[in-house]
Structure formats: C-alpha cells, structure tokens
C-alpha cells in the first residue's frame, strides 16, 4: 500500500487531503509545517510519494524540496495558489514532480498521484547516501562501510544519515536530537554523545574509516 507524505499548514485542506487518501487505499502521514515535514521525512524512510504545500510555517516549500531533493528522487506534488505560468516552470525546474493550483479537485490530485506513481514504478532505484567510503540505504536502513556491513540502532542510522545528508554542515546536538527523537532538546546531556561514540565503536570494529568530526561547544560534521 503507497505510502504518502502530506505536509500542508492549513489543517481542512490537510485533513481533506488525508481522509481522501485513506478512502482510496493510502497509507497518509500528516505534517502542518515545514519544519515537522522534514522531521517526518527523516524519520520515516518509506514514502512513496509527498504532496507538498509551498507557503510553510517553519521552513518554507521551496527550501524543503530542495533538502529532499539532495538525497531523493521521491515524487513531489506541490500544492500552491501561484498560477502564473513563471512559477511552474521555476518549480518544476527546481525538482517538483507535478504541480497543482488552489482550489483543486481531489479527483484531480487522485489522477496525479497515479500518473507519479507509475513513473517512480518505472524508474525505480532504492535511496542512497554517499559519503567517501560510506554507503547508506535510506530504504533498507543499511550501512556499507568500505564495502562492509555496519549494524547500527534506529537512532544511530538516523544521526549517521542526518550528518550524510549534509555532510559540510556542523550540526549542534539540539538539532541532531530534535531531528532524530523528535523531541524538544530542553537540557544538555550525553545521549548525543553516547551515540556518536557508539557509531565509532562500531566502524573501528568493522576496519572502517570514522569520518564523523567534534566540532568543540557546537557539535558534529563529516570530515
């Protein structure tokens, strides 16, 4: 059963959207920001589609596709109230798959779905992270360390695939935490610390390179 992404501000058009969906035989994950679409999109690896609205509390549309293009070719539909013909072809060069005006008939969007879906059924290729020696399956949630397997927890794929994603970026240990336990990071303590040392602990015993970087008072890069 296809699995969908919705992430769209405004609550009826959200809820009308997810109801829909599961009448027609989807699976539906809701998001009402940009900021909880990417948190979603982290956590869960198993989306076949996201219907995506641009005009986002938190981070707005544009940023979020292009995060989500960085390591997907997932389907993307985005929803928007912009109807000049310059926005579409901006949009649709910039890595939506498809784009809908507001108002919109649900019927519509069901057909689109469809036509997005067969393509991804035709081109088919699973998710994969690279970084020098590093190889991670998004959709298997495997890690290939120097051509070796790497067995890591739910959490330490998740921190490893969020520091691969963006491998320049230093991320501080309340955006690792947020991210991966989606959770508010409210004191300082040693989980973040705990489970990079976990991550090294595991790579040094496979004979694979450790590229994660402590970047003191602030947190963690690749190298």
């Known amino acids: 059963m296809p699995k969908i992404l919705i992430i769209e501000d405004d609550t009826d058009i959200n809820n009308m959207i ?45 940023a979020l596709l292009q995060e989500i293009r960085n390591t997907s070719k997932i389907p993307v539909i985005v929803l928007s109230a912009r109807s000049a013909l310059g926005d579409k072809v901006e949009l649709l060069a910039g890595g939506a798959d498809d784009y809908l005006t507001k108002p919109f008939e649900l019927e519509e969007l069901l057909a689109r779905i469809h036509v997005q879906l067969r393509h991804k059924a035709d081109t088919f290729s699973p998710r994969l992270l690279e970084y020098k020696q590093w190889t991670i399956d998004l959709d298997s949630r495997r890690l ?63 004979c694979a390179e450790d590229y994660i970087q402590t970047v003191w008072g602030i947190g963690f890069k690749l190298s």
């Not at 809701?30 to 609205?53: C, H, K, P, Y």
């Not at 397997?149 to 690792?176: G, N, W």
Request: hydrophobic content about 45%; overall charge negative; proline content about 3%.
């Open 144 to 206: 290939l360390a120097g051509g070796q397997p790497v067995e890591l927890t739910a959490h330490e794929f998740d921190i490893l695939a969020l520091l691969m994603q963006r491998p320049t970026k230093v991320f501080t240990k309340q955006e690792i935490y947020e991210s991966v336990w989606g959770e508010m990071y409210a004191i300082e303590d040693k989980t973040i610390n705990v489970h990079i040392s976990n991550i090294r602990s595991k790579l040094k015993a496979c």
């Open 18 to 62: 997810y109801e829909f969906l599961i009448e027609n035989q989807f699976q539906a994950v809701q998001a009402f920001s940009g900021t909880e679409g990417r948190l979603v999109w982290n956590l869960q690896s198993n989306f076949s589609l996201i219907i995506m609205d641009l005009m986002l509390p938190g981070i707005s549309g544009e």
